[in-house]
C-alpha cells in the first residue's frame, strides 16, 4: 500500500491537518461522522490514478475545533476559505458520510470550486420515507456494525473494525461522535434547506452513490439527492450499508472511476 504523507497547517483561522498520497489528477476526499478512519483499499485503489487530499476536519480527533462553527453550514463555509488558503481547486471532491453533507453544502455555496461532485451515503437532506439513524443512542463501535450490510459475515468490517479497539481509537471515535453532535443535532443530521440549495449544482457533474441496505442513512435520502440535483447520475450498490468504499471497496472504486473519466 502506498504511505501517505501528513502534515498539520495553519488555514482560516484555525489548523487542519492534512493526508497526501498517490499520483495524477488530484481528488479531495472527506471522511464520515467517526473521523479519518486511516488509509484503507479504497484509498489506495483511487491513489493509483489521483494524488488523493485528505483532510481530517477539525474537532474530529486531530485538531481542534473551530470555536465559532456551529452548524453544517458555518463548518462549509469555514472548510471553503481553507481551501482558497491551501489553494486547491478547482477540483473533484468525493464526500461520505458527513463527510457527503459537508461536500454538498459546500457546492451549493460556492460551485465553482469544484469540478466534479461524489456523494455517497450522505445525511444532509431529511430522508422521504425512513429515518437517519441516531449515532448517539449506542456506541461508536456498535454503531460501525449497524452501518455494514452484515458485519458478522463482512471480511472488510473484520478486517478493519473486528478486533479489540485501541484507547487510542476509541478517545478519536469520542471526539468526532461529539462534534458531529455539536454540529448535527438541531435538527437532527440535515438541513431542510439544503435539498432546494442543491438545483445549484445544474452545471455541476455529481454522483450519488448509495448503499441498497444502508441502514444509517435511508436509500431515500440519497433518492433525494439525486432528485435535488438537476443532471446528476444515481448508483445503487446491492449488499451494501452505510459504508460503500470499505463494504464493497471494488464496485465503489470502479463507479467513482468511470464518473470522474468520462468528460
Given at each position: 500500500?502506498?504511505?501517505?504523507?501528513?502534515?498539520?497547517?495553519?488555514?482560516?483561522?484555525?489548523?487542519?491537518?492534512?493526508?497526501?498520497?498517490?499520483?495524477?489528477?488530484?481528488?479531495?476526499?472527506?471522511?464520515?461522522?467517526?473521523?479519518?478512519?486511516?488509509?484503507?483499499?479504497?484509498?489506495?485503489?483511487?491513489?493509483?490514478?489521483?494524488?488523493?487530499?485528505?483532510?481530517?476536519?477539525?474537532?474530529?480527533?486531530?485538531?481542534?475545533?473551530?470555536?465559532?462553527?456551529?452548524?453544517?453550514?458555518?463548518?462549509?463555509?469555514?472548510?471553503?476559505?481553507?481551501?482558497?488558503?491551501?489553494?486547491?481547486?478547482?477540483?473533484?471532491?468525493?464526500?461520505?458520510?458527513?463527510?457527503?453533507?459537508?461536500?454538498?453544502?459546500?457546492?451549493?455555496?460556492?460551485?465553482?470550486?469544484?469540478?466534479?461532485?461524489?456523494?455517497?451515503?450522505?445525511p444532509?437532506?431529511?430522508?422521504?420515507?425512513?429515518?437517519?439513524?441516531?449515532?448517539?443512542?449506542?456506541?461508536?463501535?456498535?454503531?460501525?456494525?449497524?452501518?455494514?450490510?452484515?458485519?458478522?459475515?463482512?471480511?472488510?468490517?473484520?478486517a478493519?473494525f473486528?478486533g479489540?479497539?485501541?484507547?487510542?481509537?476509541l478517545?478519536?471515535?469520542?471526539?468526532?461522535?461529539?462534534?458531529?453532535?455539536?454540529?448535527?443535532?438541531?435538527?437532527?443530521?440535515?438541513?431542510?434547506?439544503?435539498?432546494?440549495?442543491?438545483?445549484?449544482?445544474?452545471?455541476?457533474?455529481?454522483?450519488?452513490?448509495?448503499?441498497?441496505?444502508?441502514?444509517?442513512v435511508?436509500?431515500?435520502?440519497?433518492?433525494?439527492?439525486?432528485?435535488?440535483?438537476?443532471?446528476?447520475?444515481?448508483?445503487?450498490?446491492?449488499?451494501?450499508?452505510?459504508?460503500?468504499?470499505?463494504?464493497?471497496?471494488?464496485?465503489?472504486?470502479?463507479?467513482?472511476?468511470?464518473?470522474?473519466?468520462?468528460?
Amino acid at each position: 500500500m502506498i504511505t501517505p504523507a501528513e502534515e498539520t497547517v495553519e488555514v482560516a483561522g484555525g489548523q487542519l491537518h492534512v493526508i497526501q498520497g498517490g499520483s495524477g489528477s488530484p481528488l479531495m476526499i472527506l471522511h464520515d461522522e467517526l473521523g479519518h478512519p486511516g488509509w484503507l483499499p479504497f484509498h489506495d485503489a483511487l491513489a493509483r490514478n489521483h494524488t488523493l487530499y485528505l483532510p481530517c476536519h477539525p474537532g474530529f480527533g486531530y485538531t481542534d475545533r473551530i470555536d465559532w462553527v456551529m452548524t453544517m453550514r458555518d463548518f462549509a463555509g469555514w472548510y471553503l476559505e481553507a481551501l482558497d488558503d491551501l489553494g486547491w481547486g478547482p477540483m473533484p471532491v468525493l464526500g461520505y458520510g458527513l463527510g457527503g453533507w459537508l461536500a454538498a453544502e459546500m457546492a451549493a455555496m460556492c460551485p465553482p470550486q469544484f469540478s466534479k461532485l461524489i456523494v455517497a451515503g450522505a445525511p444532509g437532506i431529511k430522508p422521504p420515507t425512513g429515518e437517519i439513524f441516531d449515532m448517539f443512542m449506542v456506541v461508536a463501535k456498535d454503531y460501525i456494525a449497524k452501518s455494514f450490510y452484515d458485519s458478522a459475515n463482512s471480511a472488510p468490517y473484520q478486517a478493519f473494525f473486528g478486533g479489540d479497539v485501541t484507547p487510542e481509537q476509541l478517545e478519536q471515535w469520542e471526539y468526532a461522535r461529539e462534534e458531529a453532535s455539536r454540529l448535527t443535532w438541531r435538527p437532527y443530521m440535515h438541513y431542510p434547506g439544503l435539498a432546494p440549495l442543491l438545483h445549484r449544482l445544474k452545471r455541476l457533474p455529481t454522483l450519488v452513490i448509495w448503499g441498497r441496505e444502508d441502514a444509517i442513512v435511508p436509500l431515500s435520502a440519497g433518492e433525494a439527492y439525486h432528485q435535488a440535483i438537476p443532471g446528476s447520475q444515481w448508483v445503487v450498490i446491492d449488499q451494501c450499508g452505510h459504508h460503500p468504499a470499505i463494504e464493497q471497496a471494488e464496485a465503489f472504486v470502479q463507479h467513482v472511476e468511470t464518473f470522474l473519466s468520462a468528460s
